[in-house]
């Protein structure tokens, strides 16, 4: 049974930092597109970032470009997001996704891939 699970979650003030991480289980995802979604309440599920197969490419919505920074270790079958300064907007419940679409930062193509159960990560001003 294939299973993502997403750890690193909390409360921290604006300012600070995290690191999330997706752990997957039950098979390889070396050769996945992975990427983090966010979704805020009332909100539409927001892209966030994105890594290709390989790392070589990556990819970010603007409202965290710069702050934000995706990377993967397919030792270890596991991809982090680390949050630098973040905001209070930044609140939200972070998904991790994995596809074996090779269009890695197309949020569409996550759609029918493995997802996580969502960690909360909260933002204090």
């Known amino acids: 049974q294939v299973q993502l699970v997403e750890s690193g979650g909390g409360l921290v003030q604006a300012g600070g930092s995290l690191r999330l991480s997706c752990a997957a289980s039950?098979?390889?995802?070396?050769?996945?597109?992975r990427g983090w979604f966010r979704q805020a309440p009332g909100n539409e599920r927001e892209f966030v970032a994105a890594?290709?197969?390989?790392?070589?490419?990556?990819y970010y919505a603007d409202s965290v470009k710069g702050r934000f920074t995706i990377s993967r270790d397919n030792a270890k079958n596991t991809w982090y997001l680390q949050m630098n300064s973040l905001k209070p907007e930044d609140t939200a419940v972070y998904y991790c996704a994995a596809s074996a679409n090779s269009a890695y930062n197309y949020a569409a193509s996550y759609e029918n891939g493995y997802w996580g159960q969502g960690t909360q990560v909260t933002v204090s001003s």
């Open positions: 890594i290709n197969w390989s790392g070589g490419s990556s």
């Open positions: 039950g098979r390889t995802f070396s050769n996945y597109a």
